[in-house]
């Protein structure tokens, strides 16, 4: 019989979707300035930029964690700082999710990013120089525009690793019911209760849900961004 969800399992829901949702919208100028920058950028060393960009797939995550928390935690220089000036505190709360999530996310989104402006005619940005239109003007109103569906793709898949973002998570922001338990750390919070993985299901329907609605809408707007490029 079909039980409704839990008020834990909603705080779960909600937490999962505030800190992806904000991991996406903060780090979204970064990705497009990197995505810019690596599709149109010629300079030396470019490869230890793009290697950069990408160690958190390869990095496992908990590794990505353990790094976070050792630079940005109470104790680090960087952390105590912020937490004095700003009030601000990263480790083992949301905003701690939150930017686990960014972390992770972020070369999945450049990389969507950097496809949608290697897609754009650089002869539509050149010929705009030659018309008088500035840097910033060319990019606000050429690259940017005609490369739209790649940020939107990047966007998207960035959102969907932040929601099922785990191991850094667990290491920067920790376990906490109503403060930092997002959906996959409730899966395995009650996966490790007496007769609790038969009380995951409906979390892990919604996470498959919600991971196949994401990769659909991004494969949706590439394959539209592609179909329109073609002359």
Aim: proline share 6%; hydrophobic share 55%.
């Amino acid at each position: 019989m079909f039980s409704p969800i839990t008020p834990e399992e909603w705080s779960a829901v909600r937490l999962s979707l505030q800190a992806a949702g904000f991991a996406v919208l903060a780090s979204l100028p970064a990705a497009v300035a990197m995505g810019y920058l690596l599709a149109r950028g010629r300079f030396s060393g470019k490869w230890l930029l793009e290697v950069a960009v990408n160690v958190p797939l390869v990095l496992p995550p908990v590794v990505t964690g353990y790094l976070l928390l050792v630079c940005l935690g109470r104790r680090s220089p960087v952390g105590a700082m912020l937490e004095r000036v700003a009030g601000l505190r990263l480790a083992f709360t949301w905003w701690g999710a939150a930017l686990a999530a960014a972390v992770v996310g972020f070369p999945l989104m450049v990389r969507a990013i950097r496809l949608g402006f290697q897609a754009v005619d650089p002869r539509l940005e050149l010929a705009a120089r030659g018309l008088g239109a500035g840097r910033w003007r060319t990019f606000f109103t050429i690259a940017l525009p005609l490369a739209r569906r790649g940020v939107l793709a990047g966007g998207v898949l960035a959102f969907a690793r932040g929601m099922s973002e785990f191991g850094a998570t667990i290491m920067l922001a920790g376990n906490i019911p109503g403060q930092t338990r997002t959906i996959p750390l409730a899966i395995y919070s009650l996966s490790n209760r007496p007769g609790g993985l038969e009380q995951c299901w409906r979390l892990v329907a919604l996470a498959l849900v919600l991971a196949c609605a994401a990769l659909a809408a991004s494969e949706w707007l590439e394959h539209r961004g592609a179909r329109h490029e073609r002359p």
